[in-house]
């Protein structure tokens, strides 16, 4: 199994980023899929949740209207397209699957977003 992040980067505030996740090794279509991310000196917080269709999606309030989550379940790969960065958002971000009325969970590595001027 594995989850592998990409696209993460240092941006100044204002910009944008779109970090993905490839999903290798279990029934992707079978699992919601979520980001995660961890700030310096904090705990993981929950960002987003896409259902396993693709047809439900939610948001922590600091990211309404700015992070959009996306997946392909052809591709097995889930998106998250990241506008109007603020220094806030300077974290490591996770990707996270867990299945659909079962007990499996799977953690990507974590990728480092940086938002600074």
């Known amino acids: 199994v594995q989850l592998v992040e990409s696209g993460g980067g240092l941006v100044q505030p204002g910009g944008s980023l779109r970090l993905s996740c490839a999903a290798s090794?279990?029934?992707?279509?079978?699992?919601?899929m979520n980001w995660y991310r961890q700030a310096p000196g904090k705990g993981r917080d929950w960002v987003a949740y896409?259902?396993?269709?693709?047809?439900?999606?939610n948001y922590v309030g600091s990211a309404k209207g700015r992070f959009t989550i996306s997946r392909d379940n052809a591709k097995n790969t889930v998106s998250l397209q990241m506008n109007s960065l603020k220094p806030e958002d300077t974290a490591v971000y996770y990707c996270n699957a867990k299945e659909r009325g079962g007990p499996a969970e799977y953690w990507g590595q974590g990728i480092q977003v940086t938002v600074s001027s």
């Open positions: 896409i259902s396993s269709a693709g047809d439900y999606k």
């Open positions: 090794g279990f029934t992707f279509s079978r699992f919601v």
